[in-house]
Every structure is written in C-alpha cells, then in structure tokens.
C-alpha cells in the first residue's frame, strides 16, 4: 500500500502542477483588479488562465493511454 502511494506521489509532473497553481492564482488576482476597474487586468487574467488551462489539458492528456493509430493494421497481415 506504501509502495503504491510512493510511486504515484513521484509519477506526478509536479513542475506542471505548481504552473497550473501559480497560473490560477495570477489569474485569480488579475480577475479581481480587472473588476475592481483596471482594464489593463485583462490581458494578464486572459494569458494566465490560458497557460492554466493549457497545463490541465497536457496533464490530462499524458493520463491518457495511447489511442494506438500509429501500430500497424492487424487486419491486413495474412493468417
């Protein structure tokens, strides 16, 4: 069970889940002092929740297993 725990805790791509987390949290104070009224807010909250964003879905596509496209057809090997 220990075993299991360690090796899942070092699989994590921690350098893409603290970008993720500091992303968010710029993108968290940038949202605030663009509605408080600074315009200028905007484009920061846009680029951070972008990287953010950009982060989750490359973390969410190495979770994912290889859909296999590049393995040769099966079906025209002769039997």
């Given at each position: 069970m220990l075993r299991n725990a360690v090796a899942a805790v070092r699989s994590v791509?921690?350098?893409s889940v603290a970008t993720v987390v500091g992303a968010g949290l710029l993108a968290l104070v940038a949202l605030v002092a663009a509605l408080r009224?600074?315009?200028?807010?905007?484009?920061?909250?846009?680029?951070c929740a972008g990287v953010a964003v950009r982060e989750v879905r490359y973390l969410q596509r190495a979770l994912r297993r290889p859909a296999g496209f590049d393995?040769?057809?099966?079906?025209?090997?002769?039997r």
């Open positions: 791509r921690w350098a009224g600074r315009p200028w807010a905007w484009l920061p909250f846009v680029l393995e040769p057809d099966r079906r025209s090997t002769p």
